[in-house]
Nanobody, 121 residues
Framework: QLQLVESGGGLVQPGGSLRLSCAAS????????IGWFRQAPGKEREGVSC????????YYADSVKDRFTISRDNARNTVSLQMNRLKPEDTAVYYC??????????????WGQGTLVTVSS
C-alpha cells in the first residue's frame, strides 16, 4: 500500500525555521512529483511548493518564495521542505502529496495525513 508520512511540524516563533519531511513507503519517490500543500484554520487548502520529475524543476507560491526550499533525498526516499523566516500567516497543517505523472501540473494521487506548523510568540 502506498503511504506518505509528514513529520517535523511544531511550534516556532516568528522568524524561526522548521524542516518538514515527507517519507514514502511502498513506492520510490524518485518517479513522482511531490507537492507540499497547507490548510490554515478557516481557509481553503493551497499549494505551497512542488518538485517535479518531468520538468526537472521546482515551484513555489509567491507567499513563500525566497523563504522555503523543497528538495529530494533519494537515498532516504524522502522530500523535505525547509521553511525559514516563518511568519504567523504560515500557521497551517502541511500536507505532502505524490503525483505519478511526475508533473506538478497534474493530479496528486497519494496524500499524507499532515503535520501542524504553528508560528506564534
Amino acid at each position: 500500500q502506498l503511504q506518505l508520512v509528514e513529520s517535523g511540524g511544531g511550534l516556532v516563533q516568528p522568524g524561526g525555521s522548521l524542516r518538514l519531511s515527507c517519507a514514502a513507503s511502498g513506492f520510490t519517490l524518485d518517479y513522482y512529483a511531490i507537492g507540499w500543500f497547507r490548510q490554515a484554520p478557516g481557509k481553503e487548502r493551497e499549494g505551497v511548493s512542488c518538485i517535479s520529475v518531468t520538468e526537472q524543476t521546482t515551484y513555489y507560491a509567491d507567499s513563500v518564495k525566497d523563504r522555503f526550499t523543497i528538495s529530494r533525498d533519494n537515498a532516504r526516499n524522502t522530500v523535505s521542505l525547509q521553511m525559514n523566516r516563518l511568519k504567523p500567516e504560515d500557521t497551517a497543517v502541511y500536507y505532502c502529496a505524490a503525483g505519478l505523472s511526475g508533473s506538478c501540473r497534474r493530479d496528486f494521487e497519494t496524500w499524507g495525513q499532515g503535520t501542524l506548523v504553528t508560528v506564534s510568540s
